[in-house]
Each structure stands twice: as C-alpha cells, then as structure tokens.
C-alpha cells in the first residue's frame, strides 16, 4: 500500500510508523487513521516483525482531532457524523495496538494531545522527551473523551486522578512519568537512542511471550483472581508444547542464546 499521510519503514525486525502532516501539527482525521489501520495490520502479519514503533514527524506526536474538519463540520451540520466516522476509526486503531501480538513502543516528542495522546497512550511502552506536554485536550473544546483514554488512563493511574487529568490536567513527561502514565521522560538527545535499544531488546523476547503476556494484561481488570488465574494456567499449558519452550530450555543447560521463532 502506499501512505500518502504516515510513513512506515521497516529496518530487520523492527517497524516504525510515523504519522506525517507535520504541517497541520499531525492533526487526526478519518484519513490519516485509515493509513495508521492498515500500516498496523501490514506490521501485524508481517512474520519478519516483532516490533513497533510508534511515532510523528515535526515538532509534536499529534494535536489531537482536525480542528479545522470539526469547524466545517459544525459549520455544515455534519459535526455528529463527522465525529461517528473520526471516533469509529480511531477506536479501531487503539484496539489494534492494545490487542496486536506484538510490542508497540510509543515515542513522544514536543506533545500528545486529546485524541492523539489517548491513541498513543495505548502503546505496550511509552517514552517522551522530559518536557514533552501530555494534554487531554477535550474539555478546551466542549468533547467528551475519546480514543480509549476513560479505559486505559484510570487502569494506568487510578479513577480520582484520571479525573483530573481529564478536567484540569495538562502535564508534562516528567510528571506522566511519575504517575505511571510513561515508562520514561528522557533529554531530547537520548530520546532515540533509548526507544531503539529497548525495540532491539523487545525484538529478541520470545514471540509466544509477547502474545501470551498481552493476552493476560488486557484480562486481568475483568477476571476475577480464579478466572485470571485460570487463565494463567491454560496458557502455560498451552506454551510447554510449543517449539520455542523446548528451544529455551535447550539453550539454558547448553549455556547459548535462545533462538525463539513464536511456534
């Protein structure tokens, strides 16, 4: 396929993906979105790829929503559809990066706003420059939240204080980082440098870990502790018969590296 609106590259087993109209702040809008869907749907069956990286040209990862589609909208009629067609999309793509059987590593430069840091936020890993701002930008214009923020951010940081990130809050890396919403708020200069080292690490974990541990993750809120662990066993189970169990247990008394192939 080609983007006209995101780039991907893929560089040995790691993906990254940017989204890239710098010129209007990497604004989200049904377009852009449907590029990011299928760039993560190309990744995802993409055998060759452990990881992903997600990320945005120019100054800042997103602004959010198209403000200047939302005006048009407003202006025309439209705004309901406008936001159903946006919203539809968008949940599609952060439930492709939550769900997906492989690490997807955000990296955060300048700021994430409302939408876009809602979609970014539901990376495995997130890294940001340390005075990076993370803004859930909805209330400034009279939206609700959206992109899957009132699930992920009270599960990251509890309820009372996703409220107020959600009301009042404009924070920066280092206060995110703090809260538990990143993994890390870094100088500018190391930002790539360590978003590379930790793909390159995640790249080597054993595909069937990854799958499994993600699996177990997005359950563990709902299950009940004999339901979680349940779950916990069947997968086990389910593991010791795999190619990969076998290879790790093999390389341990032969004292050398795995090669893990996820079968």
């Not at 409302?114 to 495995?124: H, R, S, V």
């Not at 990143?182 to 930002?191: K, R, T, V, Y």
């Not at 076998?246 to 590296?257: I, S, T, W």
Request: charged share 25%; with cysteine.
């Amino acid at each position: 396929m080609v983007y006209n609106l995101i780039s991907l590259e893929k560089k040995g087993p790691i993906a990254t993906l940017w989204l890239n109209t710098p010129n209007n702040l990497n604004a989200l809008a049904v377009e852009n979105l449907n590029e990011v869907y299928a760039a993560l749907e190309d990744c995802e069956k993409d055998k060759s790829i452990r990881v992903i990286i997600l990320t945005g040209k120019g100054k800042i990862f997103s602004s959010g929503g198209n403000v200047k589609k939302f005006l048009s909208s407003v202006k025309s009629g439209t705004a309901p559809q406008h936001v159903a067609d946006t919203t539809e999309i968008l949940h599609k793509c952060g439930q492709k990066i939550l769900t997906i059987g492989k690490p997807v590593i955000g990296k955060i430069r300048g700021g994430a706003y409302g939408a876009g840091l809602n979609l970014i936020l539901c990376c495995d890993l997130l890294y940001a420059e340390e005075n990076a701002i993370l803004d859930e930008a909805f209330v400034t214009v009279g939206l609700s939240i959206d992109g899957s923020g009132s699930y992920t951010i009270p599960r990251m940081i509890g309820m009372k204080r996703a409220k107020e990130f959600f009301w009042l809050g404009r924070i920066n890396a280092k206060q995110a980082e703090k809260w538990g919403l990143i993994n890390g708020a870094l100088p500018g200069d190391e930002l790539d440098q360590v978003v590379e080292e930790v793909a390159s690490k995640m790249a080597q974990l054993p595909p069937l870990n990854i799958i499994n541990t993600k699996k177990l993750m997005n359950i563990t809120f709902e299950n009940t502790i004999t339901q979680q662990l349940d779950a916990e066993r069947d997968i086990q189970i389910k593991v010791a018969g795999s190619d990969d169990f076998a290879e790790g247990v093999k390389a341990f008394f032969e004292k050398r590296k795995p090669i893990f192939k996820g079968k």
